[in-house]
């Protein structure tokens, strides 16, 4: 390849940059825009009163301070499981850190954090990214169920559809965990079974599993609660099957990477799932405050919390975007792609 051609390759990679950065952005007050067009902003900001905050303000603080303890101790168990050092403290301190590369995606987000694990636990990036798919899948699969648990319970449209779409998708999850448990080699399919990046859900032991969906579960469980005291602060009633169906289809949909944090997508589906329950100028403002109530907080705890992982995290990810390769991290050990492998079911 020629100079001029790897030096066209940058220039271009260079233009991309922000536009990817931006799209979301753009992706997000188009969709807003759109809302307001239907609803009247004013009408919906008239809902938020100090009322409101006094009650949704200590539930919003200690959500954000149990669900960080949550994710530190499942970063902190599948790390230890891999013989990986990474202390409950300096996990809680990297997932910190990616709360605010999250307000692009919740890719980003991912990325962010396999490149600090990788670099706080000196292991490889593909053992890395391994362990916070785990982490995901099971993520996945508690909200998947309590789609299904909540849809058995309430009557609405073609639900039958909804139920059984959702059950393919649990049954799409077991049968990835046993293609990659099975014991025995599997032929052609064996090369892909054995990538690193799989590695953390093939090998990981039966106990850390266990304690994943327990973890996993309170996490899902505490935005449920998170949800109802929203509800409550605005004077909402909504029954407690539709809540936990509406919520595991909005975190979803939220999750779609094609918005900044979920703006805009989650105001949409915020204001259709939960239509009938109360005025649409209501509902809209009871999601903005969800949202911006979740952006902030998260926000602060990131700025605070864990600065200078949110740099390196970013600078991290364009490293091996652009194919670079990362350098070693500030203590100065070395945090190669080609860190020894760790068997998660080794004892």
Same mark, same amino acid.
């Given at each position: 390849m020629s100079s001029e051609t790897v030096s066209r390759s940058t220039k271009t990679a260079r233009m991309r940059r922000p536009l990817r950065v931006a799209l979301p952005f753009a992706v997000s007050a188009g969709l807003l825009a759109f809302l307001f067009t239907r609803i009247d902003l004013g009408e919906a900001i008239q809902h938020v009163?100090?009322?409101?905050?006094?009650?949704?303000?200590?539930?919003?603080?200690?959500?954000?301070?149990? *669900?960080?303890?949550?994710?530190?101790?499942?970063?902190?168990?599948?790390?230890?499981?891999?013989?990986?050092?990474?202390? +409950?403290? *300096?996990?809680?301190?990297?997932?910190?850190?990616?709360?605010?590369?999250?307000?692009?995606?919740?890719?980003?987000?991912?990325?962010?954090?396999?490149?600090?694990?990788?670099?706080?636990?000196? +292991?490889?990036?593909?053992?890395?990214?391994?362990?916070?798919?785990? +982490?995901?899948?099971?993520?996945?699969?508690?909200?998947?169920?309590?789609?299904?648990?909540?849809?058995?319970?309430?009557r609405v449209e073609a639900l039958e559809l909804r139920v059984g779409l959702v059950g393919i998708a649990i049954g799409a999850i077991a049968a990835g965990f046993a293609f990659l448990r099975f014991p025995a080699p599997l032929g052609p399919l064996e090369p892909l079974r054995r990538l690193e990046i799989f590695r953390a859900p093939r090998t990981a032991p039966l106990g850390l599993l266990l304690e994943l969906?327990?973890?996993?579960?309170?996490?899902?469980? *505490?935005?449920?609660?998170?949800?109802?005291?929203?509800?409550?602060?605005?004077?909402?009633?909504?029954?407690?099957?539709?809540l936990a169906m509406n919520v595991a289809i909005l975190i979803v949909l939220s999750a779609i990477p094609i918005a900044a944090a979920g703006l805009g997508t989650g105001q949409l589906a915020f204001v259709a799932l939960f239509a009938g329950t109360a005025s649409e100028a209501k509902l809209l403002a009871a999601s903005l405050v969800l949202s911006i109530g979740l952006l902030a907080t998260r926000a602060l705890l990131g700025l605070l919390f864990a600065p200078e992982f949110t740099r390196e995290a970013r600078a991290g990810v364009r490293a091996e975007s652009a194919g670079l390769g990362l350098r070693a991290h500030p203590e100065g050990a070395p945090a190669s792609d080609h860190a020894p492998s760790r068997d998660l079911s080794a004892r």
């Open positions: 009163t100090g009322e409101v905050a006094l009650r949704f303000g200590l539930p919003l603080l200690l959500f954000n301070l149990v *669900t960080l303890g949550l994710e530190a101790r499942s970063l902190h168990r599948v790390a230890a499981a891999g013989h990986a050092t990474l202390p +409950i403290g *300096t996990a809680a301190r990297i997932k910190a850190a990616c709360y605010l590369l999250n307000v692009l995606n919740h890719a980003l987000g991912a990325a962010g954090l396999s490149v600090l694990l990788r670099r706080r636990a000196g +292991i490889g990036l593909a053992n890395a990214a391994g362990m916070v798919f785990l +982490i995901s899948l099971f993520d996945i699969a508690s909200v998947l169920g309590v789609a299904v648990l909540g849809a058995s319970f309430t969906a327990v973890l996993r579960g309170l996490f899902l469980l *505490t935005f449920l609660l998170l949800a109802a005291a929203l509800f409550h602060a605005f004077e909402i009633e909504v029954g407690p099957f539709r």
